[in-house]
């Protein structure tokens, strides 16, 4: 069984940077599309990245990109989410998920909620202001 583990979080001042891991058991990322979410307090959760190791490119939100970067460690089967420049309004729960299913999880639409089949426990980032 496929099962993943966030881990990272904490708390971090305004301008800071965290790096949140995620580690995969059960699979390896040959071919699991892999994403970042996150749910601020009274909000939706939100998709910040999607990657998949079959893709040249790993998609970003207009929230996070150039500030947020993802990165893969295979030997260790973990996916990292580097965040720098950190906001307020970066604090979530942070939430990695992936899916071994190409066209549900990354073709048409990337990582989009409902096609992740497996999701980690949340870390939370409290940035202050």
């Known amino acids: 069984e496929v099962q993943l583990q966030a881990s990272g979080g904490g708390l971090v001042q305004a301008g800071g940077s965290l790096r949140l891991s995620c580690e995969v058991t059960?699979?390896?990322?040959?071919?699991?599309?892999i994403g970042w979410f996150r749910q601020a307090p009274g909000k939706e959760r939100e998709r910040i990245s999607c990657f998949n190791p079959n893709e040249p490119d790993t998609y970003y939100s207009d929230s996070v990109k150039g500030r947020f970067a993802v990165s893969i460690d295979n030997a260790q089967n973990t996916v990292y989410l580097e965040m720098r420049s950190l906001k307020a309004e970066d604090t979530a729960v942070y939430y990695c998920?992936?899916?071994?299913?190409?066209?549900?999880?990354?073709?048409?639409?990337?990582?989009?909620?409902?096609?992740?089949?497996?999701w980690g426990e949340g870390t939370l980032v409290t940035v202050s202001s």
């Open positions: 998920a992936t899916s071994p299913d190409y066209s549900a999880a990354y073709y048409y639409v990337h990582c989009p909620d409902q096609s992740m089949d497996y």
């Open positions: 059960g699979s390896t990322f040959d071919d699991h599309t």
